[in-house]
């Protein structure tokens, strides 16, 4: 594997392991945009390509994938409708308890019809 040319700033970055010790390797968070990454996207193994690094999985109403949520709350998006429900509605909760900020986003996105997997 081989940190990506465009990821080389976010992978020096350690500060993720504070947060979360038992991350990937390869796994950051950039504080700017509020987005996740896998520094080495491009040549990731094989098993990262298959089952993808997610823990909960978002389908829209047609199954096909809508987004993702890694680790706690990190946010992956594949659609502009769910981003836009995730910053007017998800952002806004103000719960510090994990289990109790999941079960209100999945409460909210189940409402507006998308389906999440375990
Ligand atoms: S895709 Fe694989 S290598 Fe990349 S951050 Fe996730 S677990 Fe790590």
């Not at 976010?10 to 504080?31: G, K």
Request: glycine content about 4%; some cysteine; hydrophobic content about 35%.
């Amino acid at each position: 594997m081989v940190v990506d040319p465009d990821k080389i700033h976010l992978f020096e970055d350690r500060s993720i392991f504070e947060e979360l010790p038992e991350a990937c390797p390869f796994f950051r968070h950039d504080q700017k945009t509020g987005k996740a990454y896998c520094t080495v996207h491009l040549t990731r193994p094989d098993i990262c390509r298959e089952y993808a690094c997610w823990r909960l999985l978002i389908l829209d109403f047609r199954g096909r994938r809508a987004g993702r949520i890694m680790y706690q709350r990190y946010f992956i998006s594949d659609d502009t409708t769910l981003t836009q429900l995730w910053e007017q509605c998800i952002n806004k909760i103000d719960e510090s308890d994990d289990a109790v900020w999941e079960e209100e986003m999945i409460r909210i996105l189940t409402k507006a019809g998308y389906t999440i997997l375990r």
